[in-house]
């Protein structure tokens, strides 16, 4: 089989399994491209316009099912935007081995963290400052701005520099720390992707890491995977789409770091 259908099938794949949890599938996309021969900074980018254009697709199935909090997205999706700029920009000046190392560990962390058990956090009624009252598709949680501001901006900036969207951090930010319920958050963090792929894009291309005619073809095959990902999101169980989360960052940890041994 051509190499390029096979490449085409395996972004596809990507694409569903990553819509069906809230992530942009930078780690998977990113590890596909270097096993295929991309380098890394040209990986990055191609990462980010696929990644853009395939949570804009999924965000218009979970808004229908009314699972996007806007409002925290907005919130949220700031300092990450900015950030991911910034790391996007400086990506060009830092090794490639020093991305993948990066990669790896970040990943690893986040998959131990979404498998250990969530308690229901308490209600925050005293109306403290920096103490966000949310109520939204049935639920209600506090959102504790003192973490989750400075925290999304660190993240905003490792996401962009490794060509990742960071729904793999914003989610468990999410559920962990702010008690968020799963579907929420995965409906949540897929509006935020396309923010931040677009900047993180913008801070490679000043640099002109970029291939059009390779990323377009790849790039339509992720939307048809997002659109069957996230119409299967909103039929599963929250418990199922948060075991599939930290299974799939822990294969993405564990890939990157078999590539950075060969």
């Known amino acids: 089989m051509n190499s390029d259908i096979i490449m085409l099938i395996i972004i596809l794949a990507i694409a569903v399994s990553m819509s069906m949890v809230g992530k942009g599938g930078g780690n998977f996309y990113v590890i596909a491209l270097v096993i295929a021969g991309i380098s890394m900074h040209q990986a990055a980018t191609t990462s980010q316009l696929i990644m853009m254009a395939t949570s804009l697709t999924s965000m218009i199935i979970f808004n229908k099912h009314k699972k996007v909090d806007w409002k925290l997205a907005v919130m949220i999706e700031v300092p990450t935007a900015i950030m991911a700029f910034v790391g996007g920009y400086f990506a060009s000046s830092t090794e490639a081995f020093t991305l993948k190392l990066m990669f790896a560990v970040l990943f690893a962390l986040i998959s131990l963290f979404m498998l250990m058990p969530v308690k229901d956090k308490p209600i925050n009624k005293s109306g403290k400052i920096g103490y966000w009252n949310r109520k939204y598709g049935g639920y209600e949680y ?15 900036f490792f996401a962009g520099a490794i060509g990742i969207s960071g729904g793999a951090f914003k989610v468990p930010l999410m559920v962990l720390l702010c008690g968020v319920p799963m579907e929420i958050a995965v409906g949540t963090s897929t509006a935020m992707v396309a923010t931040t792929a677009m900047m993180g894009f913008a801070g490679h291309m000043v640099n002109g890491s970029f291939d059009p005619a390779f990323a377009f073809p790849l790039v339509i095959a992720a939307v048809a995977g997002g659109i069957i990902g996230s119409k299967c999101a909103v039929r599963s169980k929250p418990r199922n789409l948060k075991k599939i989360f930290a299974a799939t960052n822990l294969l993405a940890a564990l890939i990157m770091a078999v590539n950075m041994m060969s």
């Open 142 to 156: 506090t959102v504790n701005l003192w973490l989750i501001l400075p925290i999304t901006a660190a993240v905003g």
